[in-house]
């Protein structure tokens, strides 16, 4: 269940090798056979190399690492569309330290997206790979990379400390929002208190402390954190999570969950408010947004005509996803009259793991007359990723995206999930700004990461897909430089 890593796929197809220089572009195009793997081999040195081999009958393609000459270890994997006779664009490029590989479907496709992209130090030769189905290869070009992949100044991800981010863009500036690691009793702050090799990436804050920002201009360099919401008697004793901030008429309101608090275990959303993205938020209103349901979440959406719409979870067996309109007005919101709505339902591969039936944590944006809704699947502690559902309504019906999930984990990242929109200035570029496990054996600290996203046409004529360059491992230039 979930995105599981493949077991180890025989070495038993035919490699062509392909003699490349230290640094290199290699371009070919392939026919693919009706079963079977094929595609780019790197590094091959005997033993040990690298590949992306896609396959027909999975409909993926992979990221291997060939052990011993003998298996194939899966290392990631995206969904992929793949045609037995079509005819498509192989690319891998290596610069002496990262390696990219490309997969494209249109061959004619301006400024693609490689499908993966690592640090890797390459000492072999390169080779065309076609597994027992049989693979076509033509117009095969070798060449010096005579330039670096970016020249302006760039960042790796990590860009900060932190889970369940959320990024508000006011008068030029981005304010990060997440929770005060403060709790020795939290699994989730436990590195903080045991002598974990991970503490120095963060410190625990006051006490009282609930939530904190800091601010950039570039989401690359950020402010020192400072306190933005501080527990007062209303929430004593309570667990707070998912701070997520809307503007709106010169109020910033502030939701959030809370629970395990007043004898009971039920968590239901909370809003302060402020006159400043920095706070401090305070409760004008002390009732959560519903009262007689447990829920969690609480992620504001304005839509074109002004109205606004609170995305939430709530659990039947698992994780689902409702929709609430809400009415904000002088620091305090209100649910609608008309009561929420469940929206999406957990049901697809990726969406179901060992911990259980997950989708959370939806986000909305826009793009030519749809409504695109961005949520996590499946849970945190596990190979948590991001998909998308498109819809023509804000109520749904929505349908899945083909490629999901958009954002997955691989061997040098985990838990890539509650994802957010982080738009430039005019709302012409956008990156997903998500949260990662601290490595891939360990969970916690989470770590806030940003990845370029963008809209690309469906080769088969439905909406347009929305796809990400992540999760990113390798430096990336500085957001909306050329914005």
């Given at each position: ?355 259980g039936r997950i989708v959370e944590g939806a986000v909305f944006i826009r793009h030519k007359g749809l409504y695109y809704?961005?949520y996590a699947d499946g849970h945190y502690l596990g190979h948590y990723g991001e998909s998308c559902a498109v819809a ?92």
């Amino acid at each position: 269940m979930g995105i599981q890593w493949m077991q180890a796929i025989p070495h038993e197809g035919v490699a062509r090798t392909v003699p490349a220089p230290e640094a290199f572009s290699l371009s070919v195009r392939m026919r693919p056979g009706q079963t079977g793997w094929a595609g780019l081999c790197f590094g091959l040195d005997g033993k040990t190399g690298w590949a992306m081999l896609v396959s027909p009958e999975k409909q993926e393609a992979h990221f291997l690492e060939l052990k011993n000459n003998a298996v194939w270890l899966d290392r990631g994997m995206r969904r992929q569309s793949v045609v037995p006779g079509r005819e498509y664009a192989l690319r891998g490029e290596y610069d002496g330290s990262v390696l990219r590989v490309y997969f494209l479907a249109d061959p004619q496709q301006k400024d693609p997206w490689p499908l993966f992209e690592f640090p890797l130090k390459l000492n072999g030769q390169a080779a065309l790979y076609a597994g027992r189905g049989g693979a076509e290869f033509s117009e095969l070009c070798v060449s010096p990379l005579e330039k670096p992949f970016y020249t302006g100044e760039t960042f790796t991800n990590p860009v900060m400390v932190g889970a369940d981010p959320d990024i508000l863009l006011h008068e030029g500036r981005y304010y990060l929002y997440n929770r005060v690691p403060n709790d020795p009793s939290s699994s989730e702050d436990a590195y903080l208190y045991n002598g974990s090799e991970h503490a120095k990436l963060d410190r625990a804050g006051d006490s009282r402390a609930i939530f904190r920002v800091t601010s950039s201009t570039d989401l690359v360099h950020w402010s020192p954190y400072k306190t933005v919401f501080s527990r007062d008697s209303v929430l004593e004793g309570a667990f707070c999570m998912s701070p997520n901030v809307t503007e709106k008429d010169g109020w910033f309101y502030l939701f959030f969950a809370g629970g395990r608090f007043r004898g009971e275990e039920n968590f239901h959303i909370y809003c302060a408010s402020s006159r400043s993205p920095e706070g401090p938020f305070t409760l004008k209103s002390t009732a959560p947004l519903h009262t007689d349901i447990e829920e969690i979440g609480g992620m504001p959406f304005r839509d074109d005509d002004g109205e606004t719409y609170l995305s939430l979870v709530r659990f039947d067996r698992g994780n689902h996803i409702w929709l609430q309109k809400v009415h904000l007005s002088d620091g305090v919101a209100a649910a609608d009259e008309a009561p929420a709505r469940l929206i999406l339902r957990p049901e697809a591969d990726y969406e179901v793991d060992e911990y259980g039936r997950i989708v959370e944590g939806a986000v909305f944006i826009r793009h030519k007359g749809l409504y695109y809704m961005i949520y996590a699947d499946g849970h945190y502690l596990g190979h948590y990723g991001e998909s998308c559902a498109v819809a023509e309504n804000i109520w749904g019906p929505y349908v899945r995206q083909k490629n999901n999930p958009i954002l997955h984990h691989h061997f040098m990242a985990d838990g890539t999930g509650d994802g957010i929109v982080i738009y430039n200035r005019d709302r012409s570029e956008m990156y997903l700004g998500y949260h990662r496990h601290v490595s891939p054996t360990d969970v916690e600290p989470r770590m806030t990461c940003i990845d370029r996203m963008r809209f690309v046409p469906d080769p088969d004529g439905g909406p347009d897909l929305l796809t990400v360059y992540g999760p990113t491992v390798t430096p990336q230039p500085i957001p909306f430089s050329k914005s």
